[in-house]
């Protein structure tokens, strides 16, 4: 530390000081964050859905998740708290040149304070195709603080702890969760110290992971961990299997939103590697090198359950197999995955601490991921998984117009 | 504290005043230091810790923690950071280092030694105080980095030597820069007027925060305090350091 980093008035005394107070805020009028200009990465952040959920159609290369206790103490503060973050949300996803005006909210005022961006993406903020998402987990809306109770969505409950899992309590909880996408790793840095930031005192990070997200290799889907091309099957936007509608049977103002469940889960990566390849092939229901269902060519083929009742090319404890056997009464139990991969150090057996952040976005939880997680629950992959955090969440939705706030249906 | 009626109206006054309150301090840590080594010669361990830890508040009140006395100041109370072996090293000196000896089970023979040469160091503070003035460009950054190094020393756990008093220690850091802010008020709220009251409110939530997590009067073991009330003390204290960093550019003359 510098102990003389600068020279200051000494000895001076009030008035003639009061000069120095010529505010910086020189764009104050314009408080919404302006339109960014078009470039082929930009995401919109305006929409009647929330982007980083269907929105790039190919996500992004790096993220964060971020889930974090709120402090705001009444509802007010809790508003200005979900405004700071829908404006951070438009001005970081749309890209900042140094020349551009700021809104005045993002300005302290002081000349000579210290900068108000951490410099870590150069004088002009790219868009790098960044998105945040914003969720907001049971807990809040129990807060009577904030007086939202008749506003929480049905079934968003705390995560359930499934037979496999070993929750960690350092890995769960918190009021609200941010998931920031981006295709660089020091965007995604840049954004989450940017918006805590901007928003200390408010929100205090409970926990965080970061992730990346594979290249294909050699195409088509990218591979996890153990070598497996993932998410290879998602269901379409016009399948109405995510965004909560109309008739929902959910509070008026939830419509637009989905459920997210976000689940960590460590993967035993050295004991995996020490597998034959066809028993990997058999827990999980592919090929490892095509990605295609067993007994198939391409990994878009569809398998054939129905002529193998009896699991003799693709078990019927396959990974696969049981996350979606492809009838009827397990159609509407599919949901959006957009996962990525995370690696956290050393275990405590010397092992490296890896594994997937699991990100799934469905209309219902219980009917959706946990249908889903019920039926994948004495898997033989078990023995190589270890859930050990996450949550569930709300995820807000979309602001429509310049001026709105996500979460602004809370208030209404 | 030993705040004015009136806030010093300049850098120079504030200064002044700041010197009676620290040589006060001073009188105060000698007082603690030496029954601090009055229990330790008795083998009085409960209260030795106890003296330990009044004389360690006092000198964070004291809100020289940052090395803004040159080298009389570090050898008070070095962490033991940059030492070969860290807290075993025979150069760790200073009241941490008896922090150490008496949450490892150390007795009269090895911190004695510790204590009478820390006794040494303060009467050499003591003595040269007056001419190893506060610099009065340092007193911007003192509002602003008494608590930057509560954050990075001691709500990290990153200082600690065994006490786990990381809370008490920073409850004494609050009042080191609620003492400096109270002799800048008069110059700051000239330079940003409501901007006092403003830190007021943040600090005095940085101390609530703080108190909120004793029981029974007593200070619980930082490693055990449970995350929700971590994370109340370190939003607050988060929020007032991202307004304390805004002291230094006000008083600025660049």
Redesign the interface.
Known sequence: MQIQRRSFLIGAGGAAAGGLLAATAAHAESEAPSAPAASSDVVDFLGANQAGVYRPAAQQQHACFAAFKVLSRDAAELRSLLQKLTVKAGILGGGHKANEALPASELTGVTGAPPINSGIMGEDIPTAGFTMTLGLAGSLFDNPAYGVAAKKPKGLTDMKVFPKDQIDQEWTGGDLILQLCADSSDMVHYALRDIMKATRGQLQLQWKINGFHNRPRPDGAPRNLFGYKDGIVNPAQDEKLVWLGKDSGQPAWAEGGTFMVVRIIRMLVEFWDRVGLGEQDGMIGRHRGSGAPLGQDKETDAPDYASDPKGETIPLDAHIRLANPRTKETAGSRMLRRGYNYELGVDLNGNLQAGLIFASFQQNIQEQFEATQTRLANEPMTDYIEPFGGGYFFVVPGVQKEGGFLGEGLFA | MTAPAAPP????DAVAAYHDYLAERLVELRGHALTLRANIGNGAVTAAMQAWLDAQQTWQRVGAA???FGDLGDAIAPGSRGLDGGAESPDFKGLRRIEYGLWHGQGAGELIPVVDKLLEDIAALEAKLPETAV???????RLH?ILEDAQRDHLSGRGDQGSGLALALARADVEATQEVLEVLR??L????AGFPARLDA?LAAVAAAIDATQRDDAWADYAKVP??ER??V???L??A??SL??V???????
């Open positions: 109206a300049t850098m120079n940052y090395g803004s610099e009065p460009s340092d007193m911007p950054l980095e008069g110059l709220e000239n330079l940003k943040e995350r929700d994370q109340a370190n939003a607050a988060g929020r350091l991202e960093s805004l230094p550019a006000l008083f600025s003359t660049d």
